[in-house]
Every structure is written in C-alpha cells, then in structure tokens.
C-alpha cells in the first residue's frame, strides 16, 4: 500500500522535462477551448508538460495547470495582430517561456489524437526549430544550400501550427524581427509576410520538418479540389495507417471550425476559400471523423 502511494505521489508531483505552449489574443477563442485542449494533451502525454498561455488579457476560468503570461505590449501593436500572425513570434522573447525546458508550441484549433512530447525526438540538438513544411524546397541541406547561395531570398518554408524548439536557444528569431521590423515598419521585406516564413527565413540553418505522420493541416490532409480523390486516398492501405498514427491535426482555415464542422451532416461537402472540398464522411475520413467530432464537442461545452 506505502509503494502504490509513493507511486502516485511521483507521478503526480513528478517535475516536467518539457513545455507546451499556447498563444491567444482577443476573443475568438473561448476560456474553455483553450482547457480542453490542455486536458486532451495532459491525457495522452506519457509525462505531463508545463503548460504556458501566452494571452493579451486575464483569464479568469483558466485551468490551474495553465500558467499565464502577458504578452509585451510591442507585440500587440496592430500591424502584428493582423493575417500575418506575427504577434506569435513573442513565443521567442526572451523572459516569457522558460528557457529551463524543450517546448511544442501549438495553435489552439488542433485536435490531438496522441502523444505530443514524442515530437520532441525530432530535435537533433537544442538549436533544432521544427515547423510542418509547407513549400516546395525541403527542410535539410538543399533548403540550407539555397538560403546561403540567394542571400536569404529563397529558404524552405513551413507552417507554424507547430513548433518544437528550445527557447532558451532561440531569442534571436524575435530580436532579428524586432531589428527587421524597425528597419521596414511597412513590412516590406518579402520574410516579414507571416510570423512562419520569418521563423523559416530566421533559423533556415537550424530548421527541421515535421512530418506527416506526426501531425497534419487538415485542409492539406483531408480537402482536395476533387472529390473522387478523398475517396481514393482514404482508401489506400498507407495512408489509412499513416493517418491512424497521426498525433496532431490542425484545423487551420475559417470554414473548418468546431462550430461549422459540428453542424455537417454526413454527406454534406463544403468549398474552402482555395476550392479544396471537404466531404463529411467516414468514408473520406475514416476514424478521424468520430475524433473530431469528440474534440469538437468538448472545445464548444
């Protein structure tokens, strides 16, 4: 009985070897989704993260497993807060995420179906910055090469729904973007378009992919211009084993939020604003669709 004690005592007390960080400003997303997401993290995680909301206002309803900290006033200027997200490059000032542990950053529209830390094996080193790739030039030597041949005109890019890093090695993104953004105030340079290509553009030496069987945008994975395709893909043996492995999908884009997918009815097709279709059907999406729509309901309570 003593041992079974002292063994729920470490596990729950046991000290955290990795963040999970989050980012919201303004009102579009709810107190309740941001917990429950936290919750869905902390179930599956094999050790429990520190979670840290970097927010622009007091959260009352917060979880208490959630630490809150302010953002910098510099980042809530308006010019930063617009499409280009790039107020989320405050997850690299230096004194706001601890610098003591590796950290995962994730955008609160995701759903995860596993656990998050194993994600943190694909850092090589602590300089490591890991995104979902989103062009056509990989992450690795050839992005590399291009980055230093073109003078930082072409790089490899991604997508920052995700982010594993080590914050106490990366203070230098949002320094660089602080000295970029004082030297072109309009945002000129090409990089400074979205919080995701200055990151790629900033670290191209350090960067890494995430790939597809650890975590996916759900437009990339699950909408496609024909929808014969969604028939065809979610049909084929590797896929549907690649995406049952899945640990993370993000539901980026306005019309694949909880509130819309939660009114579709299985059959029912929707257009995103690039034509890609989506068809709400476990024929197209298999088990992700039963997934979705549990994290869905929770997020929405």
């Not at 790739?133 to 997508?159: C, D, E, M, Q």
Request: hydrophobic share 45%; net charge positive.
């Amino acid at each position: 009985m003593v041992n079974e004690m002292n063994t729920d005592y470490v596990e729950l007390y046991a000290a955290p070897t990795w963040q999970c960080v989050m980012i919201c400003w303004g009102t579009k997303y709810s107190t309740s989704l941001i917990n429950n997401l936290a919750r869905s993290i902390a179930d599956k995680a094999s050790s429990q993260p520190r979670f840290i909301l970097i927010s622009d206002r007091e959260r009352p309803d917060l979880a208490d497993r959630i630490e809150l900290v302010r953002f910098p006033e510099y980042w809530l200027a308006p010019p930063l807060r617009t499409a280009g997200c790039h107020a989320k490059l405050a997850m690299f000032e230096r004194g706001i995420v601890p610098t003591d542990l590796p950290a995962i950053y994730v955008d609160l529209d995701t759903i995860v179906l596993g656990d998050l830390s194993t994600g943190l094996a694909l850092m090589k080193n602590r300089q490591t910055v890991a995104i979902l790739p989103s062009a056509i030039i990989p992450f690795g030597w050839v992005g590399r090469t291009l980055h230093r041949w073109t003078n930082g005109r072409k790089y490899a890019r991604g997508n920052s729904s995700f982010v594993i890093y080590h914050p106490g090695e990366c203070h230098y993104i949002a320094e660089r973007f602080r000295s970029v953004y004082a030297k072109y105030p309009k945002m000129e340079l090409r990089p400074m378009v979205a919080d995701e290509r200055f990151i790629s553009w900033s670290a191209q030496e350090h960067m890494v992919g995430i790939p597809a069987s650890f975590a996916v945008k759900f437009p990339g994975e699950f909408m496609f211009y024909w929808g014969f395709w969604l028939y065809i893909k979610a049909w084929l043996p590797w896929v549907r084993t690649r995406r049952r492995k899945l640990v993370a999908v993000t539901l980026n884009g306005l019309m694949i939020k909880p509130e819309k997918l939660m009114s579709l009815k299985d059959g029912d097709v929707i257009v995103d604003e690039k034509a890609r279709k989506l068809i709400w059907s476990p024929k197209t999406l298999g088990h992700m669709q039963s997934k979705i729509k549990a994290f869905c309901a929770g997020s929405l309570r």
